[in-house]
């Protein structure tokens, strides 16, 4: 699925999306994520372009075999001794 996201500004919410979709992460605003939420709603190019740059994001941070890679890079230098504690 390719999907337009609009929340407020928690966590890591912001980081994890496309920088295409920022805009669409607002403070803390009953008001501002209502108005985010309209100007997504009211206009489809950009809730297709958005969607679409998410899940692009999406699967080059978060798929399985970059989550595998980030594993060996934490795994490979503790067998090999390089970590020091």
Do not use: K
Not at 26 to 42: G, I, N, P, S, W
Request: hydrophobic share 45%; glycine share 6%.
């Amino acid at each position: 699925m390719q999907l337009p996201v609009a929340s407020t500004d928690v966590g890591d919410v912001r980081a994890m999306l496309a920088v295409e979709a920022r805009d669409c992460v607002v403070e803390q605003d009953d008001a501002a994520l209502a108005t985010v939420l309209r100007t997504l709603v009211q206009n489809q190019d950009m809730r297709l372009q958005i969607g679409a740059a998410n899940r692009h994001a999406a699967e080059a941070r978060f798929s399985a075999a970059q989550m595998f890679e980030s594993y060996r890079g934490m795994v490979v230098p503790v067998e090999q001794g390089q970590v020091r504690g």
